[in-house]
């Protein structure tokens, strides 16, 4: 089969029809995943930093933040990369979804169970890399299981298409 120049040629297979069921699920994933990034990040942090740094506590939640974003952007492509090529009786995604949660998790119970100063360091750059690894499964899982034809919906409403015509 030709294809001309400018064209591109699917070679996945047709994402599987999905139930009424999923996107409510997955915006409710979702959410719950970016809750779990949000909240340390606007709030949990900066009261440990106080807690730990005093005054200190403005420089040390940028050094901390800054440390977590350098993590995270490794582990946004790495973790698709990873979830693309992993092979299991789990699935691709599912994998790297409950790891990145199960890291994610590990690394807040870090920042808040260790009473040194690194441990704020160091918990949000395990919560950063394990749950930018969930983060990239979970954007992968809308293109596996949404067919092409059905991912321009509104998950909001009356399930027509967003685009005309």
Known sequence: ????????QETAAPAPRTSRLFMPFYLL?????????????????ALRAQQLYGEEKTAVL????AIGTVFASVAQP???????????????RRPWLVLGLLGGVVGL??????????????GWSI?????????SALFAVLADQVPPDRRGRSPAGSGSPCRPG
């Open 62 to 65: 940028a050094t901390t933040l």
């Open 127 to 135: 919560a950063s890399l394990f749950l930018n690894l969930a983060f």
């Open 29 to 45: 994933a979702f959410a719950g995943l970016m809750a779990t990034t949000a909240t340390p990040v606007a709030v949990t942090l």
């Open 78 to 92: 790495l973790g698709g990369w990873l979830s693309d090529r992993t092979v299991s009786r789990w699935g691709r």
């Open 1 to 8: 089969m030709t294809t001309s120049p400018g064209t591109r």
């Open 109 to 122: 119970l870090v920042i808040a169970l260790v009473p040194e100063r690194w441990g704020m360091v160091l």
